[in-house]
């Protein structure tokens, strides 16, 4: 069990009998009355953001959750599969948990798989990756110059804006928090 005062962004935990995760807080002390806690949290398996306000003292649960690592082998047409680094063990992970990260996720990339409940839920990437671009328009001579911006499509699937002077074969540098270029290798 949490107390209002073990609450900071990031912690997990379970209410209504489902995980969430505190996405944003503000403790509040009014000159009149008692303090209390403002709450955002983000639910772990559907997206949903619930606001709550906790009384000072208020116990909330701990959630079930557990971060591994694991490596993704490969998909298989509906479900990518992941294998433990520690105990080698695989399982399958549906397409629609794993979301548009898989775009820019290559094969033997090492990724945090969140488990609740013995379940997965979720998949983090590193927070960079190195992709290459497989398609992307040529740029007309004079383009180059300005800030403008182009579409690419990564060896993965994944399409990111890049600068105009980005071809075909260049090996980029993506940022897997925002899905957006960072440089080219």
């Known amino acids: 069990m949490y107390d209002t005062t073990d609450i900071t962004k990031g912690l997990m935990v379970e209410i209504d009998g489902n995980p969430y995760t505190v996405v944003d807080f503000q403790f509040v002390n009014p000159g009149k009355g008692s303090a209390f806690t403002r709450c955002r949290f983000k639910n772990l398996l559907t997206g949903a953001v619930l606001d709550r306000t906790l009384k000072s003292g208020e116990k909330i649960n701990e959630a079930n959750v557990e971060e591994r690592m694991m490596e993704y082998l490969y998909f298989n047409g509906e479900s990518y599969t992941f294998m433990d680094s520690a105990t080698y063990d695989q399982i399958e992970i549906s397409a629609s948990k794993v979301g548009d990260n898989a775009g820019f996720m290559k094969e033997n990339t090492v990724v945090k798989v969140l488990f609740y409940n013995d379940e997965p839920v979720s998949i983090t990437l590193p927070t960079f990756v190195e992709l290459e671009v497989v398609e992307t328009i040529v740029a007309d001579k004079g383009n180059t110059v300005t800030t403008s911006y182009k579409p690419a499509t ?20 993506v940022d897997t928090r925002d899905k957006s270029y960072v440089e080219r290798l």
């Open 154 to 173: 990564l060896s993965t699937g994944g399409t990111v804006q890049v600068p105009m002077f980005v071809k075909n074969g260049d090996v980029l540098k």
